[in-house]
């Protein structure tokens, strides 16, 4: 189990400020313009205990991002301190557009809140995505990474008119002796993924056997 | 008949049918939870079996707005925010995969979290809910392990009813059985790094086929 798949979820759901986990009792909450949350810690929706960060024997593969369509939602990744997406006069954005890369897959990118006793509420866009998070981004071992949502417009803040959005990451966590090969695939300028590190291995195994086989023909000779 | 792609589709409307009551904000086995349709004993494979999970999925959820009218059906998942989450269509649902006593999927800070969410990984898959996430690495359940798919929802108006209807509440497991030579194989394709599939496993079978003749 030291390569694993993971994803975390995000949405404006919550009981409290500042929680953890998901409750049954969560409600939306509003999210303000053009403020950068972080998913894991931004003190609004499920939150996790702490920053999201590698260990020494930790290497993590965030392979996609996405958000929800509605409202020109878009993600951003931060390592340490350096915006992944950037302008092309290198100034900062908010990142990949949830019209890009929508979450749920299918979603819809427009919603009206004068209807709301019928499902034409929603609208009847199914978003696809138009972008694919590739090259994946590395977080190295002792890195600190957050997956900032932002919205140019807000949520709608009164309690009967809150819009929900949602943020979604799914990356690969390498662990142990699998996060040093993905270090030594780093260095070789070799895409890190499963099998690129499986790959690595059998190198390793056939590497051994070839040495023990000259081995043993050297003992005869 | 010694690699066998196997699917497992749990209902909450199965069997004994679930209630927000008893099952809402709870982790729910899918094979002996007590609710929806079950089986005999804890999964597990014997001695002589090796599984690879290659999907998992569930119920998917809808994010709209909390104005919308209570017991409205947005793309067929129900909204209903004076019994539930207001703003949400469908279950909030997510499955957990356990090895032993070990959750798989994790959060960034390697707390064990509620698993893949179905607006993630839904089943059914349609045209308004496709996937976005891919279970690859595959999970590996090794000879003698027990296993298990975890199904969590959070929104308590879910259910029309006062128990689960069909296809309310869904989760789906698709992996494959190595019995036999074939499990023995699947145990030498990992000690040597090799991703386990049916593919390989013939691969290996061929090179020892080669390596008699």
Same mark, same amino acid.
């Given at each position: ?11 404006? @759901? ?8 998901? +409750? ?6 509003a999210v303000v313009a053009s403020r950068e949350y &972080? ?32 409202l020109s939602g878009a ?7 350096? &915006? ?10 908010d ?17 009206? /809140? ?18 694919? +998070?590739?090259? &994946? ?10 997956? @900032?949502y932002t919205t140019p417009t807000g949520t709608t803040n009164?309690? @009967?008119?809150?819009q929900?959005v ?8 390498? &662990?142990?002796?699998?996060? @040093?090969?993905?270090?030594? /695939? +780093? ?35 | 008949? %010694?690699?066998? %792609? ?6 909450? #409307? ?14 729910? #086995? ?10 005999? =004993? ?17 119920? !998917? ?16 998942? $129900? ?13 909030? %649902? ?11 999927? $994790? ?15 839904? *089943?059914?898959? %349609? ?9 690859? !690495? ?35 497991? =698709?992996?494959?059985? *190595?019995?036999? !030579? ?5 145990? =030498? ?5 090799? #991703?386990?599939? !049916? ?5 290996? =079978? ?8």
């Amino acid at each position: 189990m030291s390569m694993r798949s993971q994803v975390y979820e995000w949405s404006n @759901l919550q009981t409290n400020a500042n929680q953890l986990r998901r +409750l049954s009792s969560d409600q939306p909450t509003a999210v303000v313009a053009s403020r950068e949350y &972080d998913i894991f810690t931004g003190g609004v929706g499920n939150n996790i205990t702490k920053p999201a960060e590698t260990t020494a024997t930790q290497f993590i593969v965030i392979e996609d991002i996405a958000a929800s369509p509605v409202l020109s939602g878009a993600m951003q990744i931060r390592i340490n301190t350096t &915006d992944y997406f950037q302008n092309p006069d290198v100034t900062n954005m908010d990142g990949i557009p949830g019209l890009a890369s929508p979450y749920p897959r299918g979603a819809n990118s427009s919603i009206s /809140l004068t209807t709301t006793t019928t499902e034409t509420s929603v609208g009847s866009q199914n978003i696809l995505k138009s972008f694919d +998070l590739y090259p &994946d981004v590395y977080v190295l071992p002792g890195q600190t990474f957050q997956i @900032l949502y932002t919205t140019p417009t807000g949520t709608t803040n009164t309690a @009967l008119s809150t819009q929900v959005v949602s943020a979604f990451v799914k990356y690969t966590l390498y &662990d142990g002796p699998d996060a @040093l090969i993905a270090n030594k /695939l +780093l260095e070789l300028g070799v895409t890190i993924n499963p099998n690129n590190v499986d790959w690595y291995k059998r190198s390793l195994i056939e590497q051994q056997q070839r040495s023990r086989v000259a081995a043993a023909a050297g003992g005869q000779a | 008949m %010694s690699m066998r %792609s196997q699917v497992y589709e749990w209902d909450a #409307s199965s069997g004994t049918a679930m209630t927000v009551q008893t099952s809402l904000g709870k982790r729910v #086995s899918v094979f002996v939870g007590g609710v929806g349709n079950n089986i005999t =004993k804890p999964a597990e494979t014997t001695a002589t079996e090796f599984v690879v999970i290659e999907d998992i999925a569930t119920t !998917p959820t809808l994010f709209t707005w909390a104005g919308i009218a209570d017991n409205t059906t947005i793309r067929g998942l $129900l909204q209903d925010g004076t019994a539930g989450t207001m703003g949400i269509a469908g279950p909030r %649902s997510y499955v957990q995969v356990r090895i032993n006593t070990t959750d798989y999927f $994790l959060d960034p800070d390697n707390i064990p979290n509620d698993g893949i969410p179905g607006t993630a990984s839904p *089943y059914p898959r %349609s045209i308004n809910f496709q996937p976005a996430f891919n279970l690859y !690495p595959d999970v590996y359940v090794l000879p003698g392990q027990v296993w298990d798919a975890l199904v969590t929802f959070y929104n308590a108006g879910a259910f029309a009813g006062a128990t689960a209807a069909a296809g309310e509440l869904q989760c789906f497991v =698709k992996y494959t059985l *190595y019995d036999g !030579p074939d499990a023995l194989i699947a145990n =030498k394709l990992l000690e040597m790094g090799i #991703s386990i599939n !049916p593919g390989n496993v013939d691969w290996y =079978k061929r090179s020892l086929l080669q390596a008699q003749g």
